[in-house]
């Protein structure tokens, strides 16, 4: 009996191509390009302390998806120590306000002279130890349309001031120049829910447009699906959806004189920071 010839099924294209690029300064960053016609959005996504792992690059495709060009400098690239170290989570690489202003800087040149980038267009996200370096380039005169904080830029240290942050969280927010999302956890063990209300009275206090959200249950690095423990699949599903239709309104291009401040909030009666512990 003979066989039919089986037809080999092609396997789909991405649609996305990412890749490894090296900018001037010598710092490496993951990129993603969508293959999407017209000028597109620029995403920069600044990495958690772990640096440049799986799940940054996991996140660069994903907006690559949604049709940024996107991309995750190593804000790590001046450390010298075991970078293995740093990706397990056991050892730290802190970064000046500085040298993070700079890196930011040079990931926004590169990303405009693509000729995909609509220049006007371009946002900043921190996740973690980075979200206080996302607001830093909306409030140091740069070009930056929407401003993205994860779990970060509201916690103990950013209250206070040392060689690396010279300045108060505060005090950076009083010259913020675009719209923030600030995205939060309940039982996040870092920072605590008054932070949070404290960064949101900042914000009001400077009349900046903000959109800010806690969510329940969930602990520091909620979004990280490469850690089962912390992990947080509805909250980071909904939070991608927030953060989309964030972009989408505040990236239209369409200039707005308006102020607008969205506060939503779940977490119990009964909260208690101190019994908020770390998730591995």
């Known amino acids: 009996m003979t066989q039919r010839a089986v037809k080999k099924q092609k396997a789909p294209k991405s649609s996305v191509a990412s890749s490894t690029v090296r900018l001037p300064s010598g710092m490496s960053a993951f990129r993603a390009l969508p293959k999407a016609k017209g000028k597109r959005p620029g995403m920069i996504l600044l990495h958690e302390r772990y640096g440049v792992v799986q799940h940054t690059k996991d996140l660069i495709v994903k907006f690559a998806k949604a049709g940024y060009v996107a991309i995750a400098p ?15 989570g056991e050892a730290r690489a ?48 740069q070009d930056v349309a929407a401003c993205v904080v994860f779990y970060g830029a509201a916690g103990g240290k950013e209250w206070t001031t040392d060689e690396f942050r010279p300045v108060l969280i505060e005090t950076l927010l009083e010259k913020l120049s675009c719209p923030l999302l600030g ?12 932070d949070v209300l404290r960064f949101r009275t900042a914000l009001e206090r400077n009349k900046k447009s903000y959109h800010i959200r806690i969510y329940p249950d969930a602990p520091h690095g909620w979004l990280n699906n490469t850690m089962p423990g ?32 969205t506060f939503e909030n779940d977490f ?11 998730m591995e």
Request: positive net charge; proline residues 3%.
């Open 74 to 88: 190593d804000l790590f690239w001046r450390f010298t120590g075991d970078r293995k170290a740093l990706e397990r």
């Open 94 to 141: 802190d970064i000046r306000d500085s040298e993070a202003l700079d890196d930011i800087a040079e990931s926004i040149g590169h990303l405009k002279k693509l000729s995909i980038v609509d220049p006007g267009r371009i946002a900043v996200m921190g996740v973690c130890q980075t979200g206080r370096q996302a607001v830093l380039p909306a409030t140091n005169g």
């Open 183 to 194: 995205v939060f956890g309940e039982a996040d063990h870092i920072i605590s829910v008054d």
């Open 230 to 261: 912390r992990y947080r699949k509805e909250a980071a599903v909904d939070a991608w959806n927030l953060l989309m239709a964030f972009l989408k309104k505040t990236m239209s291009g369409k200039p707005s004189d308006r102020i607008t401040w």
């Open 268 to 278: 119990s009666r009964n909260y208690d920071f101190k019994k908020n512990i770390r």
